[in-house]
């Protein structure tokens, strides 16, 4: 069955760095778009950044404004989000979400179960 | 961006009622790229209806979405005590975005 599994979640202060990954399985993962999502504790979700197949395309939440970089490995089927220049509003459950094809204009089909960033001093 | 707007907050109703799910956006969503998710407490969203109508696989057809446009719907036609959760609605024709969600609660 699909799985998806975050690691790399931690406690970092502010300014800092942190690098997620995501280790797929149960599907073909180099034919997949993929996103990050994050939810801080009590709120809603919030989209983070989308990566196509093939990694020739990406986008960023504007309010990442370029802290944020994502990136996939296909032939170890992973998914990564480089975050520097961490600031407190960036404490989250970040989820890796396969998507429901290759471009990016699907639905989130399959959500891991997330990693935990906290950004405090 | 497109924001989308989610309505009630909160939906206080009991097992065997029929639940009704307000999103409107900000502007026409191209190709009615909108989907429903459900959230249970310390879980990661599930997903249920994609493209404004069609279920997901494994999602029980009491769930259903319907609109097109600016407005869409979720329903849950007979409600289940499994169902008492939190519900978003998302768009993904211009980039991504997420409601804020509605809080459906036993009554």
């Known amino acids: 069955q699909v799985q998806l599994v975050e690691s790399g979640g931690g406690v970092v202060q502010p300014g800092g760095s942190l690098r997620l990954s995501c280790a797929a399985s149960?599907?073909?993962?180099?034919?997949?778009?993929m996103h990050w999502v994050r939810q801080a504790p009590g709120k809603g979700l919030e989209w983070v950044a989308f990566?196509?197949?093939?990694?020739?395309?990406?986008s960023y939440a504007d309010s990442l404004k370029g802290r944020f970089t994502i990136s996939r490995d296909n032939s170890k089927n992973t998914l990564h989000l480089q975050m520097n220049s961490l600031r407190t509003e960036d404490t989250a459950i970040y989820y890796c979400?396969?998507?429901?094809?290759?471009?990016?204009?699907?639905?989130?089909?399959?959500w891991g179960q997330g990693t935990l960033v906290t950004v405090s001093a | 961006e497109i924001v989308l707007t989610q309505s009630p907050a909160t939906l206080s109703l009991s097992p065997g009622d029929r639940a009704m799910f307000s999103c409107g956006a900000s502007?026409?969503?191209?190709?009615?790229?909108l989907a429903w998710y459900q959230q249970k407490p310390g879980l990661a969203p599930r997903l249920l209806i994609y493209?404004?109508?069609f279920t997901a696989p494994g999602i029980p057809d009491r769930f259903r979405g319907s609109g097109s446009g600016t407005d869409f719907t979720l329903t849950i036609t007979r409600l289940e005590p499994e169902d008492f959760a939190v519900y978003y609605c998302q768009q993904y024709g211009i980039l991504y975005s997420f409601g804020q969600g509605t809080k459906l609660e036993i009554k």
């Open positions: 990566l196509r197949y093939d990694a020739t395309k990406d």
């Open positions: 979400v396969k998507s429901g094809g290759s471009y990016g204009a699907d639905a989130f089909a399959t």
């Open positions: 149960g599907f073909t993962f180099n034919i997949y778009a």
């Open positions: 493209d404004a109508s």
């Open positions: 502007q026409t969503i191209a190709g009615n790229n």
